[in-house]
């Protein structure tokens, strides 16, 4: 595995789907998965690894949902996932981000997901697996790759902090809001998600060294805590991901993202 072990490259998943240790998690679209799919790989819906409390969105899953999730796909101790999705990275991050939150850390993406699979002429199937043997196995939250509006609201004033907008350009200035107030945290520096992704390479991560001369430019430095941020923390767990990819020690996720710092009436905003 490549881009310390955070991705995977078709070719090298190739190798390793004989494996029994390998679980593949495919997050497409439930359509596109009956259409076609990496053999052997399970279908995870989105909407089974986040929780929702209106108006907030993408929460954590509780202990004994997301237990029951891995158990239905056969994870153990000894799992290696491999997560992907056909939209760049964004739903297939967010899975192993949580892994991360909730202790297992054998987890990586398929680097370029479905695209660099099928375009690079591996193999697709459309009938799905003979389910798993359920594991039993159980996790449980860690307070390990998170961020909460609290902790936030305390560094605001931080100069080792840094806030990742990962949202559109729009959204980052107020223009579009998807919340009650419009804009973004204040002192956030706005890194769109894809502009990591290379779109002319199968929706790869681009070279590393391409990326941290965006971040270094950005003042996204290596020796600060940073803090990603979306909507709900779909798209910015990607960003998590290229950042940890990248050798970033301090890298936080903030689950609920704007949907809920943007309803809530105590926190600042900047527009």
């Not at 991705?7 to 789907?17: A, G, Q, T």
């Not at 969105?57 to 101790?77: I, R």
């Not at 307070?143 to 509006?149: D, G, M, P, Q, V």
């Not at 430095?221 to 301090?250: F, I, M, P």
């Amino acid at each position: 595995m490549s881009q310390a072990s955070h991705f995977i490259e078709p070719d090298d998943l190739e190798k390793l789907r004989s494996n029994e240790n390998i679980i593949i998690v495919d997050l497409c679209k439930a359509k596109q998965y009956a259409q076609a799919h990496i053999p052997e790989a399970h279908f995870v819906n989105y909407a089974d690894i986040v929780k929702i409390d209106k108006p907030v969105m993408g929460l954590l899953p509780d202990n004994e949902n997301f237990s029951a999730l891995l158990s239905s796909l056969g994870v153990t101790k000894k799992s290696l996932i491999v997560a992907y999705d056909d939209e760049g990275g964004g739903c297939a991050a967010r899975f192993i981000w949580t892994l991360h939150v909730f202790g297992h850390e054998t987890a990586v993406i398929l680097n370029g997901g479905l695209h660099s699979w099928a375009n690079e002429g591996h193999q697709l199937a459309n009938e799905a697996p003979e389910k798993p043997k359920a594991s039993n196995y159980t996790v449980s939250k860690t307070h390990h790759h998170t961020a909460t509006r609290a902790f936030i609201q305390t560094r605001l004033e931080d100069d080792n902090v840094v806030f990742l907008d990962a949202r559109s350009k729009p959204e980052y200035t107020g223009e579009k809001k998807f919340s009650e107030k419009a804009g973004r945290i204040p002192g956030a520096i706005h890194y769109e998600w894809t502009e990591s992704m290379n779109q002319s390479n199968n929706l790869r991560r681009l070279p590393a060294e391409n990326i941290q001369q965006q971040l270094d430019e950005l003042g996204i430095t290596k020796d600060k805590e940073v803090v990603c941020y979306c909507q709900s923390h779909h798209r910015s767990a990607y960003s998590w991901l290229v950042l940890k990819s990248l050798g970033y020690e301090n890298v936080l996720g903030y689950p609920g993202s704007w949907s809920d710092w943007g309803n809530n009436p105590d926190t600042p905003v900047e527009l």
